[in-house]
């Protein structure tokens, strides 16, 4: 099934379209354009609900249901974002080579990363910023819906994550109200070990 999706996901991003589907986790709908296919993960520029490219989501392709491609609706969309010169994001660089390049590289462009968990809680997220990866494991500097950064970073299980988003508005206004994350070291993954850039 997953390969099935992957190959169609490919399709989507050769042929440049805009897709819509389901999640297993989610009720609704996402729509977007597909902007890389990895091995587990995949990136989507998010067309949000009022028509307007809203950031980057990075979705495991194992998740996808019902995979429309195109959107049923696909020229309207793309005619209301012509129309309001909202044009297509490039896409960041991101790796998608797994979920510890997808953390690093997105820590690396992007001030402000939204990660979900679904599968430990469906109807909660984490934003902020990665501090450290190894064993397994994320150390995740928060900024709460307040936009005051946590004293100290929590721990997730990277196996755990389902979701990676980034660029979005609401990431853009925490980060304006609440600034940038307290000085950090960045670190780099390597051979399993962490090391300091």
Known sequence: MASRTSNRLVEALQDELLVKFCRK???GSISGHVLEVGPQFFMVALVDDSIRFNGFLCLRVSDVRHLEAPHKYAAFA?????KRSDRRPKKPRVSLANIEELLLSANRAFPLLTIHRE???PDLCWIGRVLKIGKGRVSFLEIGPDATWDKN??????AEITRVDFGGDY????LLVGGPAPAQQPVEIVRGELTRL
């Open 171 to 174: 990431e853009k206004a925490l």
């Open 119 to 121: 599968k430990v809680d």
């Open 25 to 27: 986790f989610e009720e």
């Open 153 to 158: 970073p929590n721990e997730y299980t990277l």
């Open 78 to 82: 793309e005619a209301a974002l012509r």
